[in-house]
């Protein structure tokens, strides 16, 4: 007994042993794509309209990071987001990549109730769930939620959808004179 105890006991320090030394070597090679790939995606404006060539903003970030796709791919972001990305990575900024589409103010989509069908088509495309209802019921666009990227427009039979410029919360004019309640009384 005393014999498979201490070989237990052995097996269990040299298995701590390799555990430590894979853990210090992980953190000495780490990949720092990750961490270069969450800054450029905090840079994109989150439309995830697919207009650079991705599905979404982080598969974008993520070619990016592995210098497989250009920063002017981003309709959205504009001028604005290729000079970030140009000194976040140390690169001359270029003009916005025509193949990609033209920047745009910011949108919002307003579903026309009346024309509405309720065919549940904008909700299937809408990549951040901004749209809410029901089947043969009438849509609505959750404003909050909505980013412009104009996925929603294609696929409704009854054209109900517009598109509004609205200014982008990040842009809005902060108020001088904002009440804010005294939380000791």
Same mark, same amino acid.
């Given at each position: 007994?005393p014999a498979t105890l201490t070989l237990v006991l052995?097996?269990?320090?040299?298995? $701590?042993?390799? @555990? $430590? @030394?894979?853990?210090?070597?992980?953190?000495?090679?780490?990949?720092?794509?990750?961490?270069?790939?969450?800054?450029?995606?905090?840079?994109?404006?989150? /439309?995830?309209?697919?207009?650079?060539?991705?599905? @979404?903003?982080?598969?974008?970030?993520?070619?990016?990071?592995?210098?497989?796709?250009? &920063?002017?791919?981003?309709?959205?972001?504009?001028?604005? /987001?290729?000079?970030?990305l140009a000194e976040l990575l140390g690169r001359e900024?270029?003009?916005?990549?025509?193949?990609? @589409?033209?920047?745009?103010?910011? $949108?919002?989509?307003?579903?026309?109730?009346?024309?509405?069908?309720?065919?549940?088509?904008?909700?299937?495309?809408?990549?951040?769930?901004?749209?809410?209802?029901?089947?043969?019921?009438?849509? /609505?666009?959750?404003?909050?939620?909505? /980013?412009?990227?104009?996925?929603?427009?294609?696929?409704?039979?009854?054209?109900?959808?517009?598109? &509004?410029?609205?200014t982008p919360p990040s842009q809005r004019p902060i108020?001088?004179?904002?009440?804010?309640?005294?939380?000791?009384?």
């Open positions: 007994m052995l097996l269990a320090a040299l298995g $701590l042993g390799i @555990g $430590l @030394g894979l853990s210090l070597a992980a953190s000495r090679w780490r990949d720092n794509s990750d961490a270069l790939t969450e800054r450029i995606n905090a840079m994109l404006p989150q /439309t995830q309209c697919a207009q650079c060539g991705y599905p @979404g903003c982080r598969p974008y970030a993520e070619a990016i990071a592995r210098d497989d796709a250009d &920063i002017n791919r981003c309709p959205p972001g504009g001028d604005a /987001t290729i000079a970030a900024p270029k003009p916005l990549d025509a193949s990609c @589409g033209e920047h745009k103010p910011t $949108l919002l989509a307003v579903i026309d109730e009346q024309r509405c069908i309720g065919c549940t088509l904008c909700i299937q495309a809408c990549p951040v769930d901004a749209i809410s209802g029901a089947a043969k019921w009438m849509h /609505t666009v959750i404003a909050a939620e909505c /980013t412009g990227c104009e996925l929603c427009l294609p696929p409704c039979p009854v054209d109900c959808i517009d598109l &509004i410029e609205v108020p001088l004179h904002v009440h804010i309640p005294d939380l000791a009384a």
